[in-house]
């Protein structure tokens, strides 16, 4: 169901937090297959030049043909990008490794924070069919997480959950209010995902108790357990749903997906 408040066209979250590891990239992939299980139409951005969702959703390096590159700097139309993935619904832009030097390239370009903004909001976007856009965001905030941040109406931030997790949030929520101040007055926190949880850890409790204490509602009540099927699934190509659909970690982002067609 699209949001009567919203003009037409997909949802676009970002998933974004600068420290890597934390799960951006496997919540991009079992969030958007999980979404897509339900019905919504959704196309993941791979905006990591290291294009792990990319591989991770079986779009082999060498078969990439045209990339979020292309997207950026050289203005290709986003449906010459996207490929098809193995599950209905589900639909990726690849990343290659010429996105890792498009950071220094963009710098020069005076619409340099506005690229995938341009992309991801033409007007033929909406006439795509695509209910949600989920963005993988880069382990940086670079120019190429600005451009998530001023393409999307929300970002989404996975927190792993281990100590220091709290630390660079600080950072994240100061570019944020950045973004929403000069580019993106509209950019809203969708939510922060708690992942890597392993219940019999007692600094996993600490950090989620911490959370929730300082954010309150945006942190999902849906928390992402640590479990091997997951970080197993994208060496075989595949979402952790399709890998193992009984794990405990597709549950979550099962639970989790619902959680946030509920917010919208
Ligand atoms: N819920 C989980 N359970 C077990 N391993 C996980 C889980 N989430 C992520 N991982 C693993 O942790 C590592 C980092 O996750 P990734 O999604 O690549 O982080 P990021 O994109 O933020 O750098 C990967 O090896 C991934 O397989
Ligand atoms: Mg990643």
Known sequence: MSDPSRPKGPK?????????????????????????EEGKVVLLVDLDPQGNASTGLGVHREQRGLSTYDLLLEEVPLQDVVRKTDLENLFIAPATTDLSSADIELVSNEKRIFLLHDSLRAPLVADLGY??????????????????MVAAHSVLVPLQSEFFALEGLSQLMLTIREV??????????????????????????QVEADARENLGDLVFSTVIPRNVRVSEA????????????????????????????ARN
């Open 12 to 36: 676009i979250i970002a998933i974004t937090n600068q420290k890597g590891g934390v799960g951006k990239t496997t919540t991009a992939i079992n969030l958007g297959a999980a979404l897509a």
């Open 131 to 148: 209910d949600y856009v989920l963005i993988d965001c880069p382990p940086s905030l670079n120019l190429l997480t600005i451009n998530a």
């Open 180 to 205: 929403r101040q000069t580019a993106n007055k509209e950019l809203r926190i969708e939510g922060v995902a708690l992942t890597m949880y392993d219940a019999r850890n007692n600094l996993s409790k």
């Open 234 to 261: 994208p060496s075989f190509a595949m979402p952790v749903l399709t890998y193992d659909p009984l794990s405990k970690g597709t549950t979550a982002y099962r639970h989790l997906a619902r959680e946030l067609i």
